[in-house]
């Protein structure tokens, strides 16, 4: 159990960091380098759904990989 914790701890740590790390980019980006905040949005929403776009393609193949085993 102990081992469980300690493993679950560091995941969360690494998550935390890395969205820490992505906040810092983009408010550097923002600030230092002037990119306009909408263009930011923009670039974050293309992101979310390319990533959707990729984990449904996923979805749909393991389920067909699966459904072919059969």
């Not at 759904?49 to 749909?60: P, Q, T």
């Amino acid at each position: 159990m102990q081992r469980v914790k300690r493993i679950y701890k560091r995941y969360l740590r690494t998550i935390i960091l890395a969205v820490a790390a992505t906040a810092t980019f983009v408010w550097s980006a923002i600030d230092m380098f002037g990119v306009d905040p909408d263009e930011m949005w923009q670039f974050f929403k293309l992101s979310a759904m390319g990533l959707l776009f990729i984990v449904a393609v996923a979805a749909v193949l393991a389920t067909v990989m699966k459904l072919l085993r059969r």
